[in-house]
């Protein structure tokens, strides 16, 4: 069974500083997909950055990017110049790639607040 | 382009009723996935459907669950008779590929 942990439950960050986002994941997977979702107070969860287990190299969205350390099963995101609009609670999740979609299996998720 | 829709938003019933929850995904998404989130714990994965078949219901509680995809378009979940553990916020996702795009979510509360 595939599991995700977030062991941070809240966060808070000043505006323009940097913070990181903790995600390991436990898998005998090979082939997988992870994916950092935020869902911002009242609103609906959208996708921020994933990553194909495949590429070496760390995803980057803007000031979004992930530290994929696949030996380590770890994920971590590190958002940059925070900005208010990030206060949000952030969900690190993972996905079995092949030729059927299947499910996401989330952690706990961890409350990110940036103050001004 | 329209997002995934969920409704009713929010749904207050007495145990041992009858809710059903409705999901339109993204035109054109064959896959749609329920999931639900009890207060405080992680999202769970419930089922998903490829078209109007079930691909994989494991993460369904019970019997008292009933999900249905007419015509590969528009999904209905409904709980009956619910229970008070059934409370929670229910999403719906759709997908043509590996991202899953997210509905706002149905917050159930039984009494």
């Known amino acids: 069974a595939q599991t995700v942990t977030q062991s941070q439950p809240e966060m808070s960050v000043q505006e323009a500083e940097t913070v990181t986002l903790s995600c390991t994941y436990d898998?005998?997977?090979?082939?997988?997909?992870l994916f950092w979702y935020k869902q911002p107070p009242s609103r609906q969860m959208i996708l921020v950055i994933r990553?194909?287990?495949?590429?070496?190299q760390n995803a980057t969205e803007n000031r979004f990017s992930v530290n994929f350390q696949k030996a380590a099963k770890s994920f971590s995101l590190k958002i940059s110049d925070s900005q208010l609009g990030d206060t949000a609670m952030y969900f690190c999740?993972?996905?079995?790639?092949?030729?059927?979609?299947?499910?996401?299996?989330f952690g706990q998720g961890t409350i990110l607040t940036v103050h001004p | 382009e329209a997002g995934v829709t969920q409704f009713p938003s929010h749904s207050v019933i007495e145990k041992g009723q009858t809710v059903t929850l409705r999901c339109d995904p993204i035109?054109?998404?064959?896959?749609l996935y329920w999931y639900r989130r009890v207060m405080g714990k992680e999202i769970k994965f419930l089922l998903h459907?490829?078209?109007?078949?079930?691909?994989?219901e494991s993460g369904m509680p019970n019997n008292r669950f009933l999900a249905e995809r007419t015509g590969g378009t528009y999904s209905t979940l409904k709980v009956q008779p619910a229970e008070l553990e059934d409370s929670g916020v229910y999403f719906c996702?759709?997908?043509?590929?590996?991202?899953?795009?997210f509905g706002p979510g149905t917050r159930l509360t039984v009494l």
């Open positions: 996702a759709s997908s043509s590929l590996y991202e899953q795009f």
């Open positions: 898998t005998s997977e090979n082939n997988y997909y």
């Open positions: 990553q194909e287990a495949y590429k070496q």
């Open positions: 999740a993972f996905f079995i790639g092949g030729t059927s979609y299947g499910k996401l299996t």
């Open positions: 035109s054109g998404h064959d896959n």
């Open positions: 459907f490829v078209k109007e078949s079930k691909q994989d």
